[in-house]
């Protein structure tokens, strides 16, 4: 038996956020950058390439490390961090990754060009190539080079990359314009004004053969994308593109953070139609969900989609730690319709599965998809102080913590085949009980009484479940804390 697929996607001691995905021969592999757990700022270690064979989308493996940051030349003290990288077979066969570096909590992230990296194998050991440059050689740097993303488009090597800030362009130039340009982009006056138009924005560059030259000025993208609704979902950072058919989808960040949106055109350059959100890491906007109701705790999501075996699914990332700095991959199956447009899904916790997970066996409980004691926040490049619940990490151990009264957790779905019997391992000093529930908003199945104990603890009830594909949930009521790290299905 196949094992089944979970969201977060690897073993939940991994921290791959901002994923590419790509299909290679008969896998698919993840390129992503590389948080710590319990990290203090973004992308600490070095690039691991995950992959799994695309017909077993829950056996996910890794070869270890695969490039370093000290194998750039622009690391230093000051500049130590790969931020999010993208991969791209060449016109020769071999593998390009393409990335950025950047200092703590992303400084300096701004300040250099396009770094690139080459293997013989996607998830090969990877040697540092050279940056990307103009004609003559010099590097490429005309607008802030961040985020990049590249396809091989038929032949054709295409590079996007930028970030862009609405708030940044409102404020008129002088010196406080010139002292942020100098502190967050790393441009001179001198430089800016070598720019009139200005730095910021999404752009579209070609490459030759050597994967390293332009072959084409930059164009800029993001302002070629129409529709209403766009100016509240405006392009932020997270470039990618991806092809179906002869469409172009242009995801990205927006300046939510929280979610990743998608523009759509019949041309890699320009003409783009917004078309929506494809995904929100707290399931804002799904069925109208206001920013407020969030179901989890939100922050940065960067990530991309790909057809494997037929079926496209969104890539993104989930915060840990209640913080910006432990991000987790996870993916969602997505529909194309034939207008082109793709409706935003709902986060889950059996995304690449391709079916419920199974109402049997031992479940961590870090899989919840739904996290929330009702006043989660948002928390874009930080650790939040409050205390909401989160998924945490100790001694060797992933579970959630911060359990309080009125906290949700929630899993979707399972395919049920009748009353189980469902036993949870907790620990704390809580003192209440878990409310059992299929339906978010309907009644109570059975409750699991919790005491207080410092040694986890198995406490279990009988659910009569009715026959049918349902998610779970647990509601904690009571005083104290609590934490949980699995539960059982029986």
């Not at 992503?32 to 992308?43: A, I, L, N, P, V």
């Not at 967050?184 to 720019?195: A, D, H, I, L, M």
């Not at 075996?309 to 910006?324: A, E, I, M, P, Q």
Request: hydrophobic share 30%.
């Amino acid at each position: 038996m196949k094992k089944q697929a979970f969201n977060p996607i690897l073993p939940l001691s991994e921290y791959i956020p901002d994923g590419e995905p790509h299909v290679f021969g008969d896998r698919v592999y993840l390129y992503g950058s590389h948080d710590k757990e319990g990290g203090k700022t973004f992308c600490m270690l070095d690039y691991e390439v995950w992959s799994a064979p695309v017909d077993d989308l829950g056996n996910w493996t890794s070869k270890g490390p695969n490039y370093s940051a000290k194998q750039d030349p622009l690391y230093s003290k000051k500049m130590k961090y790969m931020f999010a990288p993208d991969c791209v077979k060449g016109n020769d066969g071999r593998f390009y990754l393409y990335y950025c570096m950047a200092g703590h909590k992303g400084l300096g992230g701004y300040y250099n060009p396009v770094s690139v990296a080459v293997s013989d194998t996607p998830d090969g050991k990877f040697t540092y190539l050279g940056v990307v440059r103009n004609p003559d050689g010099s590097p490429l740097m005309r607008y802030v080079c961040f985020d990049p993303s590249v396809i091989n488009d038929n032949g054709v090597i295409r590079l996007y990359y930028g970030t862009y800030w609405p708030w940044f362009e409102g404020i008129r130039f002088g010196p406080l314009k010139n002292k942020l340009y100098k502190r967050f982009f790393g441009r001179s006056k001198k430089q800016r004004e070598y720019v009139p138009e200005g730095i910021l924005g999404a752009y579209h560059v070609t490459l030759s053969d050597d994967m390293l030259t332009a072959t084409s000025a930059p164009v800029r993208i993001d302002h070629s994308i129409s529709g209403e609704e766009y100016k509240e979902h405006l392009f932020f950072e997270g470039s990618s593109m991806r092809k179906n058919g002869e469409k172009y989808y242009f995801i990205y960040s927006s300046i939510n953070n929280h979610e990743l949106c998608y523009a759509f055109s019949d041309k890699p350059d320009g003409g783009f139609q917004y078309g929506g959100t494809i995904v929100s890491n707290g399931d804002i906007g799904f069925l109208g969900r206001k920013k407020e109701d969030r179901l989890n705790h939100t922050g940065t999501n960067h990530g991309s989609m790909e057809s494997i075996n037929g079926k496209w699914y969104v890539f993104y990332h989930r915060l840990t730690h209640c913080s910006d700095y432990s991000r987790q991959a996870c993916a969602e199956p997505v529909e194309i319709r034939p207008d082109g447009s793709i409706p935003q899904v709902q986060i889950s916790s059996c995304g690449l599965n391709g079916c419920p997970l199974r109402a049997e066996g031992e479940y961590p409980a870090g899989i919840c998809c739904i996290l929330t004691n009702g006043k989660m926040t948002h928390g874009s490049n930080k650790k939040a102080k409050t205390k909401e619940p989160r998924v945490s990490s100790g001694d060797g151990e992933r579970y959630i913590s911060f359990i309080a009264d009125n906290t949700l957790i929630g899993y979707r779905s399972f395919s049920f085949e009748g009353p189980i019997t469902l036993s949870l391992r907790y620990r704390g000093k809580g003192e209440g009980a878990f409310e059992i529930m299929v339906d978010i908003n309907g009644p109570v199945l059975s409750k699991i009484p919790i005491c207080a104990t410092k040694k986890w603890k198995d406490k279990e009830t009988e659910l009569p479940v009715p026959v049918g594909v349902r998610p779970l949930y647990f509601r904690y009521s009571g005083s104290g804390r609590i934490e949980l790290l699995s539960f059982q299905l029986s």
